[in-house]
């Protein structure tokens, strides 16, 4: 039986951990090194660290954030915003990214992923797929880039797809339309892409119950469970989230 793994999230803006709700209505949630410390206490598996204002203010990933916050952890980081070239990807990972998460450079650019898994090895390559719901798609399901702000008109499930044939090797879906309302990841979402690759897929936006961990990998098919609100305001910790997994039956590192 598969592990499932607990990945706390932190969303960074000018050197903060940050939380919203549908990508907007932001507030501060602390240190990020502090965090990154304290959740490599309390068991997480890994790590994201998003740079969320990287790509609309059309700039680099802050890479001294990347160093602090890699310096105070052994658990696997993936780093994404602002994420444009082999280069940037170069430095993210000399930085001390395990992984790094590309998104919006992933779709106007989808040779980057196949280069990036080529020169560094699939493992270290991460597509990130932000969508919101819009019923005149095949799948229900339409592409979002910039941070959520520009709708393309294209249905996300295809490109999931076409992420995995790149050379991806994790796939991470945020539904904006869950985002930071706690109401439980999009299912319905999660599960569209998890038919469609064999890779890892991540179950990410609007944890707020334990069971929306449970619904995500028995209902939505994700093996990598990420959440920022639960973690960060300490409504529950990764342990208990852990320990809830395990007394249903599923798997998780120690």
Same mark, same amino acid.
């Given at each position: 039986?598969r592990? *499932?793994?607990?990945?706390?999230?932190l969303?960074?803006?000018?050197g903060r951990?940050?939380?919203?709700v549908?990508?907007v209505?932001?507030?501060?949630?602390?240190?990020?090194?502090?965090?990154a410390?304290?959740?490599?206490r309390?068991g997480a598996?890994?790590?994201?660290? &998003?740079?969320?204002?990287?790509?609309?203010?059309?700039r680099k990933?802050?890479?001294e954030w990347?160093?602090g916050v890699?310096?105070?952890?052994?658990?696997p $980081?993936?780093v994404?915003?602002g *994420?444009?070239?082999l280069?940037?990807?170069e430095?993210v990972l000399a930085a001390?990214?395990?992984r790094?998460?590309?998104?919006?450079?992933?779709?106007?650019n989808?040779?980057?992923?196949?280069?990036a898994?080529k020169?560094f090895?699939?493992?270290r390559i991460t597509v990130?797929?932000?969508?919101?719901?819009?019923?005149?798609?095949?799948s229900?399901?339409e592409?979002?880039?910039?941070?959520?702000?520009k709708? $393309?008109?294209?249905?996300?499930?295809?490109?999931a797809?076409r992420?995995?044939e790149?050379?991806?090797g994790?796939?991470?879906?945020?539904?904006?339309?869950?985002?930071?309302?706690?109401t439980?990841?999009?299912l319905e979402f999660?599960r569209?892409m998890a038919?469609?690759?064999?890779v890892?897929?991540?179950?990410?936006?609007g944890?707020?119950k334990?069971?929306?961990?449970?619904?995500?990998?028995?209902k939505?098919?994700?093996?990598?469970?990420?959440a920022a609100s639960?973690?960060?305001?300490r409504?529950f910790s990764?342990?208990q989230?852990?320990?809830? &997994?395990?007394e249903?039956?599923?798997?998780?590192?120690r």
């Amino acid at each position: 039986m598969r592990e *499932i793994k607990i990945m706390p999230c932190l969303d960074m803006k000018e050197g903060r951990v940050v939380k919203g709700v549908h990508f907007v209505d932001i507030r501060d949630a602390g240190d990020p090194v502090e965090n990154a410390a304290f959740y490599q206490r309390e068991g997480a598996d890994e790590l994201a660290m &998003l740079d969320i204002a990287a790509t609309v203010e059309n700039r680099k990933t802050r890479l001294e954030w990347v160093k602090g916050v890699a310096a105070v952890i052994s658990i696997p $980081l993936t780093v994404g915003g602002g *994420i444009e070239s082999l280069e940037d990807i170069e430095m993210v990972l000399a930085a001390g990214a395990s992984r790094v998460s590309m998104n919006s450079a992933a779709v106007r650019n989808p040779e980057l992923v196949r280069e990036a898994a080529k020169r560094f090895g699939s493992e270290r390559i991460t597509v990130a797929i932000d969508a919101r719901r819009n019923p005149d798609l095949p799948s229900g399901f339409e592409l979002v880039v910039a941070g959520g702000t520009k709708p $393309l008109g294209k249905d996300a499930i295809p490109w999931a797809r076409r992420c995995q044939e790149l050379g991806a090797g994790v796939i991470l879906p945020t539904s904006m339309d869950g985002d930071g309302a706690l109401t439980g990841y999009d299912l319905e979402f999660i599960r569209a892409m998890a038919d469609v690759v064999t890779v890892p897929v991540v179950a990410s936006g609007g944890a707020g119950k334990l069971e929306h961990f449970y619904d995500a990998v028995v209902k939505g098919g994700a093996s990598i469970l990420l959440a920022a609100s639960v973690f960060h305001f300490r409504a529950f910790s990764v342990r208990q989230v852990k320990d809830y &997994l395990r007394e249903r039956g599923l798997t998780t590192p120690r």
